[in-house]
T-cell receptor, first 110, second 111 residues
Framework: GQQLNQSPQSMFIQEGEDVSMNCTSS?????WLWYKQDPGEGPVLLIALYKAGELTSNGRLTAQFGITRKDSFLNISASIPSDVGIYFC??????????FGQGTRLTINP | NAGVTQTPKFQVLKTGQSMTLQCAQDMNHNSMYWYRQDPGMGLRLIYY???????DKGEVPNGYNVSRLNKREFSLRLESAAPSQTSVYFC??????????FGDGTRLSIL
């Protein structure tokens, strides 16, 4: 099946730092989504991207749909403790079902 | 505002037993999904329902059956549980063909 590779797998940062993570694939996607999962809960949709080059913000979060359509990026500015969790990217190709990456686990030291 | 409600939250089964995981949404969404999440992996789609009375296989449907009897409810059944089905199961719903609202999951262990 299609594979999405998220990088890094885990991050340990200080509160207040900016965060960058990405998601790459060998296939072209026409939709990219970013989710966040808190411990013991289901994922929450953060941002949806539908066009190559699109840049979309949600508060301190900004995501970009890569120009090649094979990647997407998520940035978090001025991290706070509640940003802790696992961030998942997901991509859709044509009419096929959504494919999820393996997640980036974010840990913040106060 | 309940959103997507899954029951039970936890369950332990013996190999060969059967059970049904329940999911209900109160947002009047047409699309509903069942995913499983295993350690170190992203979510994998088991089954999808675009509307009441319709279902479609996802990436990992073997060993599972689903039922969408009405717009609110989408159940997942394990007819003969196997240890490989130990996982966290998530139900989701959406207005669009992309999952938007997830439940808090059912943690299932099969011994």
């Amino acid at each position: 099946g299609q594979q999405l590779n998220q990088s890094p797998q885990s991050m340990f940062i200080q509160e207040g730092e900016d965060v960058s993570m990405n998601c790459t694939s060998s296939s072209i996607f026409n939709t990219w989504l970013w989710y966040k999962q808190d411990p013991g809960e289901g994922p929450v949709l953060l941002i949806a991207l539908y066009k190559a080059g699109e840049l979309t913000s949600n508060g301190r979060l900004t995501a970009q749909f890569g120009i090649t359509r094979k990647d997407s990026f998520l940035n978090i500015s001025a991290s706070i403790p509640s940003d802790v969790g696992i961030y998942f990217c997901a991509g859709q190709r044509g009419a096929q079902k959504l494919v999820f990456g393996q997640g980036t686990r974010l840990t913040i030291n106060p | 505002n309940a959103g997507v409600t899954q029951t039970p939250k936890f369950q332990v089964l013996k190999t060969g037993q059967s059970m049904t995981l329940q999911c209900a949404q109160d947002m009047n969404h047409n699309s509903m999904y069942w995913y499983r999440q295993d350690p170190g992996m992203g979510l994998r789609l088991i089954y999808y329902s675009a509307s009441e009375g319709t279902t479609d296989k996802g990436e990992v449907p073997n060993g599972y059956n689903v039922s969408r009897l009405n717009k609110r409810e989408f159940s997942l059944r394990l007819e003969s549980a196997a240890p490989s089905q130990t996982s966290v199961y998530f139900c989701a719903s959406s207005e669009t063909p992309l999952p938007q609202h997830f439940g808090d999951g059912t943690r299932l262990s099969i011994l």
